[in-house]
């Protein structure tokens, strides 16, 4: 039961992980008015999910965030 709980975990932090690149690598951009680049999420739902991931990202890269397009 355990083995199975645990093989369950790391399939979906595996699935987390591989979802939160894919959300990287398919919607970051760089914003002209400061030359950064931002990855760009497509909801709050998705930002939300994602947040946890957020952290540990912006800690270790520097990347920034945000929701929606830039006004």
Same mark, same amino acid.
């Given at each position: 039961?355990?083995?199975?709980?645990?093989?369950?975990?790391? &399939?979906?932090?595996?699935? $987390?992980?591989? /979802?939160?690149?894919? &959300?990287?690598? !398919?919607?970051?951009?760089?914003?002209?008015?400061? *030359? *950064? !680049? $931002? &990855?760009? @999420?497509?909801? !709050?739902?998705? $930002?939300?999910?994602?947040?946890?991931?957020?952290?540990?990202? /912006?800690?270790? !890269?520097?990347?920034? @965030?945000?929701? /929606?397009?830039?006004?």
């Amino acid at each position: 039961m355990r083995k199975k709980l645990a093989a369950v975990f790391i &399939v979906f932090i595996l699935l $987390y992980a591989v /979802g939160y690149g894919w &959300v990287r690598k !398919t919607h970051s951009e760089v914003w002209e008015r400061d *030359n *950064n !680049t $931002y &990855v760009i @999420f497509p909801s !709050t739902v998705v $930002y939300y999910i994602f947040r946890p991931a957020t952290y540990i990202d /912006g800690a270790v !890269t520097g990347m920034r @965030f945000h929701i /929606g397009p830039h006004r």
